[in-house]
């Protein structure tokens, strides 16, 4: 099982290493700089391992998506402005933006 997640944003590294330490995700990430524009970073996060249960981890990243989701308002909060979730198996995309922890359940067990 492989999860990548991009993230893109001003403070994409700082939300990725956040999204990282979610207990029972295991992986890593990286910067892809030929997409940097205007301060605009792009990180991709490669999840390897699940531990805890989908539905665990599924409420984590939704909670997760929520506390940036909402810094995008504010300006001491880091921002980021897309995420997205690519499925292990199907390839299957899922913007965050507007999902809901049952969306992120089924993308990460597809």
């Keep these: 099982m492989m999860i990548k997640i991009e993230i893109q944003g001003q403070d994409a ?11 029972g995700l ?9 997409v940097e524009r205007e301060g605009i970073l792009t990180t991709i996060a490669t999840i390897v391992g699940l531990v805890g249960g989908s539905l665990t981890i599924a409420e984590q990243l939704y909670e997760w998506k929520n506390k ?19 499925a292990p198996n199907s390839g299957k995309r899922l913007l965050l933006k507007d999902a809901t922890i ?9």
Excluded: C, F, W
């Design 102 to 110: 049952e969306d992120i359940k089924k993308i990460i067990e597809d």
């Design 68 to 86: 940036y989701q909402k810094s995008l308002h504010t300006s001491a909060q880091p921002r980021i402005e897309k995420v997205l979730v690519v």
């Design 13 to 23: 590294v700082l939300a990725t290493e956040e999204m990282l330490a979610i207990n």
């Design 26 to 34: 295991q992986g890593s990430y990286e910067t892809i700089n030929e």
